[in-house]
């Protein structure tokens, strides 16, 4: 037992004695440093202001050199193909028309299936079950902030059904909002078929909390995310 004590001991000093010969090197570092500053008057107060029990980067890279590395990255991962850091590191944004012609936003055949979207539906069913999970849907007075917030809900994955229209052949539509622009809902209907509605010339429904709610199309003609942070005032007067 003594011996493994003796054995600890030693080991420990051994280790102090390292610690000690760093904060030396670190130290005279340091004021290796200060003194090729001309305008460093007493090292020592330097030394307890500025370093001492203090995080230093002895060393730092420029953005230059961070973005060189970055480019050369990038280089050996695509190898033969062409690189361009100008729209490569920028962060390019398109044009409307440039979207159309790469038909970004454009929903392929082969997925305008309703089941494919039915788990898209239940995670908005869980974001707006958190979006309202401290009101009560079912009062008889709802107050205008508490509708101004469904306004301002976003609606991709909802199930949408068209209440009243301008268009009669658009009364009764019913699918999942995929997509949603400025004018227009894309919904995907139960017989698999992509339906573009305007938003201007109908009455939509939905439910929350098992309560059904009518939204007028034409109070949130904007951007998904405009209307996320738009304030909604009551309407009285409607044009359908």
Known sequence: MKNFQIED???QKEKEKEKEKEKD???EYIEEIIRENP???????ILETKVENKQIQLES?????VKKEMENKIKQKMGKKTYNPKTFLSGKILSSKERKKKQIYKIQPENIEYLKYIPLNHLWNQYIDQLFQDINLSDKKISQSILSKIARADFHGCILTVIKSKCPSLIGINGIVLQETKSTFKIITKENKLKSIPKKSCIFGLKIQNQF????????EYRAAERSSRKFKSKTNLNL
């Open 25 to 27: 090197f670190v130290t």
């Open 61 to 65: 890279r420029g953005r230059k050199e």
């Open 9 to 11: 001991n030693l080991n």
């Open 39 to 45: 305008n460093a008057d007493d090292i020592d107060k």
């Open 213 to 220: 709610f009518t939204i007028y199309g034409q109070h949130i």
